[in-house]
């Protein structure tokens, strides 16, 4: 069993920036695929990031691209997603989740129905 702990949200202003983990436990890292997804209150959750815990693959989508970047730490068992020059809009619940088996992290099969774990989510206020 996967459990996937997030942290380091909080309350940043507009152009700042934040560092969100997300503790791996009950199975190693690099058997994984683990995805960042965020939901805004009354919007579908979407597609934020992810990565492949063995070939270091990654995927982003397009609204988060150049301001975002994923990292895994296997010795932490930990990954990582950095936020750079946030805007209002990234306001929103950010969730972790895996797939095992891990399938690829690619942009065709890198969805919401495809991750068989998740964490409870850390929010991300970004306001002046």
């Known amino acids: 069993q996967v459990q996937l702990v997030e942290s380091g949200g909080g309350l940043v202003q507009p152009g700042g920036s934040l560092r969100l983990s997300c503790a791996v436990s009950g199975f190693p890292v690099d058997l994984l695929v683990i995805g960042w997804f965020r939901q805004a209150p009354g919007t579908e959750r979407e597609r934020v990031t992810c990565i492949h815990g063995f070939e270091d693959a990654t995927f982003y989508e397009d609204s988060v691209k150049g301001r975002v970047t994923i990292s895994s730490d296997k010795s932490e068992s930990t990954v990582y997603l950095r936020m750079n020059r946030l805007r209002p809009e990234d306001t929103a619940v950010y969730y972790c989740?895996?797939?095992?088996?891990?399938?690829?992290?690619?942009?065709?099969?890198?969805?919401?129905?495809?991750?068989?774990?998740w964490g409870k989510g850390t929010p991300v206020t970004v306001s002046s």
């Open positions: 989740a895996a797939a095992a088996p891990p399938g690829r992290c690619v942009d065709t099969m890198f969805r919401g129905y495809a991750m068989n774990y």
